[in-house]
T-cell receptor, first 111, second 115 residues
Framework: AQSVTQPDIHITVSEGASLELRCNYS??????LFWYVQSPGQGLQLLLK??????LVQGIKGFEAEFKRSQSSFNLRKPSVHWSDAAEYFC?????????FGTGTRLTIIP | DAGVIQSPRHEVTEMGQEVTLRCKPI?????LFWYRQTMMRGLELLIY????????DSGMPEDRFSAKMPNASFSTLKIQPSEPRDSAVYFC?????????????FGPGTRLTVT
């Protein structure tokens, strides 16, 4: 069965600093991978996805993620965070017509 | 497009009462998903439909939970009778079929409190 691990429950970053959120997956075949963001009181919004091809994928709001098969990872990055990036971030892997989500990483931005 | 619409946004009810949550998916989407989110268990898939047919309800916690999709533009999730442990945020999401079906669009959720 597929699974996703997000090892960081909570991360605090200064505004303007770079960000990397970790995601490790387990899936038997070539994975389809996603990052979603959830702002307080809102539903989840798709940030970016990886299906195949270039292992570095660009998403909305200046985010990018890199697929590394050898490490079973799909880490999310942003070079300079803004206060509006404070939210919860979920990594997900697709399989059997379903998405399996990680437990999420809560991002706090300090001025 | 208005996106996925859920109602009500907040529901407070007493234990033992019936609760019905409603969802209108994005027009043209063939798949619909119901999720539950809690602090303890995170985001859990309860059930999903393809072309109005329930495909996998293995995530439905108990017989107290039931879901229907009578047509392509409407789905309900019912809890009868409700219990305090059902308190959570319930999300509906919709998607297209096939590979694009993995791009799910979420509604704003219904926050359910059972006292």
């Amino acid at each position: 069965a597929q699974s996703v691990t997000q090892p960081d429950i909570h991360i605090t970053v200064s505004e303007g600093a770079s960000l990397e959120l970790r995601c490790n997956y387990s899936y038997g075949a070539t994975p389809y991978l996603f990052w979603y963001v959830q702002s307080p009181g809102q539903g989840l919004q798709l940030l970016l996805k990886y299906f195949s091809g270039d292992t570095l994928v660009q998403g909305i709001k200046g985010f990018e993620a890199e697929f590394k098969r050898s490490q079973s990872s799909f880490n999310l990055r942003k070079p300079s965070v803004h206060w509006s990036d404070a939210a919860e971030y979920f990594c997900a892997v697709a399989g059997n017509e379903k998405l399996t989500f990680g437990t999420g990483t809560r991002l706090t931005i300090i001025p | 497009d208005a996106g996925v619409i859920q109602s009500p946004r907040h529901e407070v009810t007493e234990m033992g009462q019936e609760v019905t949550l409603r969802c209108k998916p994005i027009s043209g989407h063939n798949s619909l998903f119901w999720y539950r989110q809690t602090m303890m268990r995170g985001l859990e898939l309860l059930i999903y439909f393809n072309n109005n047919v329930p495909i996998d309800d293995s995530g439905m916690p108990e017989d107290r939970f039931s879901a229907k999709m009578p047509n392509a533009s409407f789905s309900t999730l019912k809890i009868q009778p409700s219990e305090p442990r059902d308190s959570a945020v319930y999300f509906c999401a919709s998607s297209l079929e096939g590979l694009a079906g993995y791009e799910q669009y979420f509604g704003p959720g219904t926050r359910l409190t059972v006292t």
